[in-house]
């Protein structure tokens, strides 16, 4: 059974310092991961889909790393702001499934 | 570009009682979700469906049913509530022509059973 682990659960920042949000899991047989964010009393936006094929994704200051062979993605977001403050997901997507991480609180203090 | 729409956002419901969650999408998604989360943790799939009539168990079934008349609609119902199914109700669409495609959340329905 695919398990999908985010650590840490919390972190905290002053604004400007870069972010790194870390995703493991068990099973490789994976066709994408994917990166959501969650603004508080919302639902899931996606930011990033890294496909199995795929190394990285980039969209603007976000960055995400896919290492299939290890279980692990790691996605980086540049000059964080305050604005970046909130929930970040990790989901793998196994026969068209996702399976979710706990999530990542992120706070970026001015 | 309403997306994906769930209503209510809020409810309570007694023990016992049964309630339709809906979910209705404009994209022309074939497939569509339900999840679940729950305090601290990641969303877990209920049900799920991969157009208008077809419709499969996910990871937490159990006292749930849906059903997929329309490719819109896809409503999640809950049947003799109990207090364990106190949680965030999310519900998700995703084109089907390629597995390489995002899901689509809505805003979520907040569902407490006293």
């Known amino acids: 059974k695919q398990e999908v682990t985010q650590i840490p659960a919390a972190l905290s920042v002053p604004e400007g310092e870069n972010l790194v949000l870390n995703c493991s899991f068990t099973?490789?047989?994976?066709?994408?991961l994917q990166w959501f964010r969650q603004d508080p009393g919302k639902g899931l936006t996606s930011l990033l889909l890294?496909?199995?094929?795929?190394r990285e994704q980039t969209s603007g200051r976000l960055n995400a790393s896919l290492d299939k062979s290890s279980g692990r993605s790691t996605l980086y977001i540049a000059a964080s702001q305050p604005g970046d403050s909130a929930t970040y997901l990790c989901?793998?997507?196994?026969?068209?499934?996702?399976?979710f991480g706990a999530g990542t609180q992120v706070v970026v203090t001015p | 570009n309403a997306g994906v729409t769930q209503t209510p956002k809020f409810h309570i419901l007694k023990i016992g009682q049964s309630m339709t969650l809906q979910c209705t999408q404009d994209?022309?998604?074939?497939?569509m979700y339900w999840y679940r989360q729950d305090p601290g943790m990641g969303l877990k799939l209920i049900y799920y469906?991969?157009?208008?009539?077809?419709?499969d168990k996910g990871e937490v079934p159990n006292g749930y049913n849906v059903s997929r008349s329309t490719t819109e609609d896809f409503p999640l119902r809950l049947e003799l509530a109990a207090p364990s199914q106190t949680s965030v109700y999310f519900c998700?669409?995703?084109?089907?022509?390629?597995?390489?495609?995002?899901?689509?959340f809505g805003d979520g329905t907040r569902l407490s059973i006293l």
């Open positions: 998700a669409s995703r084109t089907g022509n390629s597995l390489n495609q995002p899901q689509h």
């Open positions: 099973d490789s047989a994976i066709y994408n």
């Open positions: 890294i496909q199995s094929s795929q």
């Open positions: 989901a793998v997507d196994s026969w068209g499934k996702l399976q």
């Open positions: 994209m022309n998604h074939n497939y």
């Open positions: 469906s991969v157009g208008a009539g077809i419709t």
